[in-house]
């Protein structure tokens, strides 16, 4: 059975980092994947932060929210695809989720997180807060 594990999170004070990861299990290869990061604040939508196209170049995309202080490498070997989360704000507090698709994107722009993905974790709790 194919799953997604997010793993990595926690509390940090303002300006600290954290590295998120997403592993997949059940025969299940990442890299064949476009693997987007999203999260959901209480009261809020779900918001997409970054993806990775599973296109050989490796195109990213982040929100604006997060450009500059996020990224999201990949570790073939492990079969894992990090978010590093870099100057942390009390404002990125949230759950975050990984989400896996079969198909790749082209532009590092945010739209291209958006739309359907065919697996998700149970998410991990991020909280920013001194």
């Known amino acids: 059975q194919v799953q997604l594990v997010e793993s990595g999170g926690g509390l940090v004070q303002p300006g600290g980092s954290l590295r998120l990861s997403c592993a997949a299990s059940?025969?299940?290869?990442?890299?064949?994947?476009?693997i987007g990061w999203f999260r959901q604040a209480p009261g809020k939508e779900r918001e997409g932060v970054s993806c990775?196209?599973?296109?050989?170049?490796?195109?990213?995309a982040y929100a604006d929210s997060v450009k500059g202080r996020f990224t999201i490498p990949r570790d073939n070997a492990k079969n894992t695809v990090y978010l590093q989360m870099n100057s942390l704000k009390p404002e990125d507090t949230a759950v975050y989720y990984c989400a896996a698709r079969k198909s790749a994107f082209r532009y590092s722009r945010p739209s291209s997180c958006t739309g359907d993905y065919d697996y998700w974790g149970q998410g991990t709790q991020v909280t920013v807060s001194s």
């Open positions: 990775i196209s599973m296109s050989s170049d490796d195109t990213t």
């Open positions: 059940g025969g299940f290869t990442l890299r064949a994947y476009s």
